[in-house]
Antibody, heavy 118, light 111 residues
């Protein structure tokens, strides 16, 4: 059974940092692109970033490029999202998703909540 | 990069068929067969329903089907059931700046 479990969310002040983690199991992690998607309160889904199987390519939405960094550890079946210089508009539930289908997200974690507020 | 255009809401009676449209441009929906659809119930994670325009993952009911014509993709739900009441989002690969773009979402109501 595929499982994705996010952690690391919380309350942080504007300008602060958080590191999200996603632990994967039930599939060959090293063969899958991985993505982070967020959903602001009451809003729709927004793709944030994704990373190639071997970590050699990363892509970001414009609004987070230069502030967020996606990375992965295939030995630990985990993907991470380092979030720096956080803003109020980064407040959202952050989902980790596997991309075992072409340019789609086939399994999703339950999400972790990030709140940026003073 | 603007979100793909979806109707805010679509409704139907049990047993009916409904279609949700997702309109983009030649840079995304029209240019690639990389459109996927997601179902999201309140306070739940999204679930993949269709990928690569018309492919259905294992475990997804055959009542869900996808298609594309030009810059518009569509998700059709046949034999509407109460459990289909949820938000639905389309997603497309795009070559215009950002890598992916979601639709704004459509709320499906079963009357």
């Amino acid at each position: 059974e595929v499982q994705l479990v996010e952690s690391g969310g919380g309350l942080v002040q504007p300008g602060g940092s958080l590191r999200l983690a996603c632990a994967a199991s039930g599939f060959t992690f090293s063969n899958s692109w991985m993505a982070w998607v967020r959903q602001a309160p009451g809003k729709g889904l927004e793709w944030v970033a994704n990373i190639k199987e071997d970590g050699s390519q990363e892509y970001y939405v414009d609004s987070v490029r230069g502030r967020f960094t996606i990375s992965r550890d295939n030995a630990k079946n985990s993907v991470f999202l380092q979030m720096n210089s956080l803003r109020a508009e980064d407040t959202a539930v952050y989902y980790c998703a596997s991309q075992r289908v072409n340019f789609g997200m086939d399994f999703w974690g339950q999400g972790t909540t990030v709140t940026v507020s003073s | 990069q603007s979100a793909l255009t979806q109707p805010a809401s679509v409704s139907g009676s049990p047993g009916q068929s409904i279609a949700i449209s997702c309109t983009g441009t030649s840079s995304d929906v029209g240019g690639y067969n990389f459109v996927s659809w997601y179902q999201q119930h309140p306070d739940k994670a999204p679930r993949l329903m269709i990928y690569e325009v018309s492919n259905r993952p294992s475990g997804v009911s055959s009542r869900f089907s996808g298609s594309k014509s030009g810059n518009t993709a569509s998700l059709t739900i046949s034999g509407l059931q109460a459990e289909d009441e949820a938000d639905y989002y389309c997603l497309s690969y795009t070559n215009a700046g950002t890598h992916y773009v979601f639709g704004a979402g459509t709320k499906v109501t079963v009357l």
